[in-house]
């Protein structure tokens, strides 16, 4: 008997101690993932926010308002007569205000996620100006094909939507015709068209907020 239990506890006495080992791996590798997903969430505001300092969460209703925005980009296309590749389906989770080192409003940093795009869904943080135009983009999560969807992160195709006075953008396979069209992604329509719609629900978000006090 006495050596039944001598086993049971050297049985408990390595449980224990593997239980206290994955614990302290755990809260060690936890911290230093949230160090990581911060440090790449500031550096994205930076991206799509030049000069921000500061931030302040803006308290909206975000259920109610990605439907309002669901609504109104169905109402552009079809006044536009316009047909996308894949229905909206971009949402917004998150909305802050970025001020400068003056405490000066900047503009919104926002985050939408879009179930669009090729390999399911795409997140992205998008930079609108106080003046309604897109400041920056920045791709929090993609995954795209090699060579082509992933090619949404290059420069020379993001530029198109920064600095323009539009309220509402769509793209196109032929050249643009004004700021509002921008140049599609060759062979990737699906991710032009999942980063568009993630644009457009922002700029439709932005103009919504445009007016409200954030002191």
């Known amino acids: 008997m006495s050596r039944i239990i001598k086993d049971v506890l050297i049985l ?3 449980t224990l101690v593997a239980g206290l ?3 302290a791996v755990y809260n060690f590798t936890s911290s230093a993932r949230s160090e990581q997903e911060e440090k790449i969430l500031n550096e994205a505001y930076s991206t799509v ?3 921000v300092e500061s931030t302040k969460e803006v308290k909206v209703d975000l259920k109610k308002m990605n439907k ?3 609504e109104e980009v169905k109402e552009n296309e079809k006044e536009l007569n316009y047909k996308s590749y ?3 389906k971009a949402k917004i989770d998150s909305v802050i205000l970025a001020k400068d080192k003056d405490g000066e409003e900047l503009g919104y940093i926002m985050s939408v ?3 669009e795009a090729y390999n399911s869904s795409l997140n992205m943080a998008v930079g609108i100006d106080m003046n309604g135009s897109v400041k920056g983009i920045a791709f929090l999560d993609i995954n795209e094909t090699p060579g082509l969807g ?3 992160q ?3 195709f993001l530029k198109q939507y920064y600095g323009k006075d539009v309220e509402f953008f769509t793209y196109t396979k032929d050249s643009p015709e004004d700021d509002s069209q921008v140049d599609a992604i060759s062979s990737a329509t699906i991710t032009t068209n999942a980063v568009t719609h993630g644009v457009d629900a922002c700029l439709i978000l932005a103009d919504h907020l445009g007016g409200d006090s954030h002191e």
């Open 12 to 14: 408990f006495a390595i």
């Open 21 to 23: 080992a994955l614990g």
């Open 49 to 51: 926010m030049p000069g």
């Open 68 to 70: 309002h925005i669901a």
């Open 86 to 88: 894949n229905p909206f």
């Open 113 to 115: 996620v879009d179930e």
């Open 150 to 152: 992933m090619k949404a």
């Open 154 to 156: 290059e420069e020379s």
